[in-house]
C-alpha cells in the first residue's frame, strides 16, 4: 500500500470521528449556554457537577475502547466470528459496568461538600450528578456499539447519531430546562434529564443500526448470544482497564494543574480556562487521527504485517503533527484576538495571550501523545503505556509544572511548562515503544514473507 493511499484511509476514518468528538463537545457547551440562563448558581453547580462526572466518564471510555481493536485485529485477520464475540462480551461487560457507575456516581454525590463549595451550589450540583450518573448505562451500550462498527471501519454512523443528538439534547434542555410544552420547569435538573434522553436515544439509534443493517448479519452482533466467554472478558478487561485508568491518570493531572492555577490566583485560573478552551477544540480533532490510526494499526496485526503497522502509525503521527503545527501557528499568529472572544477584562487576556505561546507547544506534544497511546492501543499494548502516562503526567509534568511557577516564580506560565514537560515526555516513550514493539512482535524477516 502506497503512503498516498495510506494517508487516504486515514483521513476517511478519521474525519467522522473527528466531528463525532466536537459533536460531544457542543453537547457540554450547549448545557452550559442554556443553564447559564438560569443564572451564576446553576451555572456554577454544573460546571461542579460535571467536572465530578468526567472523571467517572473518561473510564467509562477508556474501558469501553478495548472493544475497537481487538474487533479490528479479527477483522483483519478475517475472523468474523471472533469479532461477533468481541461486541456480544463486550456489550455484557459494559452493561454491567454502566450499572457501576451509577452506583459510582450516587456514592460521590455525598461527598461534594468536601470540595468546599457554597451550600447554593451544593443543594443543586448534588441531584444533578445524581440525575446524570443514570445515563452511564446507556452510554456503555452505545460506547459499545459505536466502538464495534468503527472497529469494522464504520465510523460514519456514530457521527450522525451525535449530530442528532445534539438536536435532541437543545429541544430536550428547552422543554425540560425552563418548562415548555406543559412540561414543569425543572432548572438545572432538567438538564440533566435532558442528557439522559440524549443517552437512550444514542444507545436506541445505534443498537438498531447494528440490528438492521445487513453488513452486521455475519457477526451475528446481539441475537446469538450464547454463553459468558471467559478467555475474551479476560482480554476486554486487561486492555480496558488500564486504558481507563490512563485516560482518568490523564484528565486529573489537568483537573489538578487547574487547583495550582487557583493558588494564583481568578486571573490565572480564568487565563488557563481560555487557553485549555481554545486547545481542546485542536484536540478533538487529534482524537479522531488516534482513533483512526488505532483501527488500522490493529487490522495490520490481525494481517501481521509488521511493515504496514508501521506506515500505518506513521501516517497517523504524520498528518497529527502537521495539523497540530497549523494550531500552533494559529495560537502563535493570533495569541491576542483569541482571548478577547471570551472575556473583555485586560488583565486575563493579556495572560491568557501568554500562555497561547506554551499552547503552541503543548498542541504538538499533545498531538503526538495521543497518537502515541493510539496506536499502542492497536497493539493491544496498554499496561507499560499506563505506566508512562502515570510517570510523564504525575511525576513529571505536574512536579514540574509547580517547580516552574511557584519555586521558579513563572506563574501561570510555569504550570504550562510542565504541561509541555509532561506531555513531551510521554509523547516520546509511547512512539519509542511502538517502533520497538514492531521489531519484537514483527521481525524483519517475518514481515517480509507476511502477505499483502
Known amino acids: 500500500m502506497t503512503p498516498r493511499e ?8 478519521a474525519v467522522p470521528v473527528s466531528i463525532g468528538q466536537l459533536g460531544h463537545v457542543m453537547l457540554s457547551v450547549t448545557d452550559s449556554l442554556m443553564v447559564g440562563r438560569l443564572g451564576t448558581v446553576p451555572l456554577a453547580a454544573a460546571s461542579l457537577g460535571h467536572s465530578v462526572f468526567v472523571l467517572l466518564l473518561v473510564l467509562a471510555v477508556g474501558i469501553s475502547s478495548a472493544i475497537t481493536p481487538l474487533t479490528a485485529i479479527a477483522h483483519g485477520s478475517g475472523d468474523h466470528d471472533e469479532a461477533g464475540i468481541v461486541f456480544r462480551q463486550g456489550l455484557l461487560i459494559n452493561t454491567l459496568i454502566g450499572a457501576l457507575l451509577i452506583a459510582a ?7 461534594l461538600g468536601w470540595l468546599g463549595q457554597p451550600e447554593s451550589v451544593l443543594r443543586l450540583a448534588t441531584p444533578y450528578l445524581r440525575i446524570m450518573g443514570f445515563s452511564f448505562l446507556p452510554m456503555m451500550m452505545f460506547l459499545s456499539a459505536r466502538n464495534f462498527i468503527e472497529g469494522l471501519s464504520w465510523t460514519r454512523p456514530a457521527m450522525v ?4 443528538a445534539n438536536g435532541v439534547n437543545v429541544f430536550g434542555n428547552w422543554v425540560l430546562i425552563y418548562g415548555n410544552l406543559g412540561m414543569p420547569a425543572l432548572g438545572l435538573n432538567g438538564a440533566g434529564y435532558s442528557s439522559l434522553l440524549v443517552e437512550l436515544f444514542s444507545a436506541a439509534a445505534i443498537i438498531v443500526f447494528v440490528l ?22 479476560r482480554r476486554l478487561l486487561r486492555i480496558g482497564i488500564p486504558s481507563g485508568l490512563q485516560y482518568l491518570f490523564e484528565a486529573g493531572s489537568f483537573s489538578f494543574s487547574a487547583i495550582m492555577m487557583g493558588w494564583i490566583g481568578a486571573t490565572a485560573l480564568a487565563a488557563h480556562q481560555i487557553a485549555i478552551s481554545l486547545a481542546s477544540v485542536s484536540f478533538m480533532i487529534i482524537l479522531g487521527i488516534s482513533h483512526a490510526g488505532t483501527i488500522r494499526v490493529a487490522h495490520a496485526v490481525g494481517r501481521r504485517d509488521g511493515g504496514e503497522i508501521r506506515m500505518a502509525g506513521m501516517t497517523a503521527a504524520g498528518l497529527a503533527l502537521a495539523l497540530m503545527s497549523l494550531a500552533a501557528l494559529t495560537f502563535v499568529l493570533f495569541r491576542d484576538q483569541l482571548p478577547t472572544l471570551y472575556v473583555n477584562n485586560d488583565s486575563v487576556t493579556q495572560l491568557a495571550s501568554g500562555l497561547l505561546i506554551f499552547a503552541a507547544l503543548f498542541q504538538l506534544s499533545d498531538g503526538m501523545q495521543a497518537i502515541g497511546h493510539g496506536v499502542l492501543r492497536g497493539m493491544t499494548d496498554v499496561t507499560v503505556p499506563m505506566f ?12 514540574s509544572g509547580y517547580v516552574f511557577g511557584f519555586l521558579l516564580e513563572m506563574g501561570a506560565r510555569g504550570i504550562w511548562l510542565g504541561f509541555v514537560a509532561g506531555l513531551t515526555t510521554a509523547a516520546i516513550f509511547f512512539h519509542l515503544r511502538f517502533h520497538r514493539l514492531i521489531r519484537r512482535r514483527f521481525p524483519p524477516d517475518e514481515a517480509a514473507q507476511s502477505p499483502r
Open 161 to 164: 447519531i451525535i449530530i442528532l
Open 212 to 233: 438492521r443493517d445487513r453488513r452486521f448479519v455475519r457477526y451475528q452482533p446481539l441475537l446469538q448470544f450464547r454463553s459468558i466467554n471467559r478467555r475474551m472478558i
Open 388 to 399: 508512562i502516562a502515570i510517570i510523564a503526567y504525575w511525576m513529571i509534568g505536574l512536579p
Open 6 to 13: 495510506h494517508l487516504r484511509q486515514t483521513v476517511v476514518l
Open 105 to 111: 456516581a450516587w456514592g460521590v454525590s455525598h461527598f
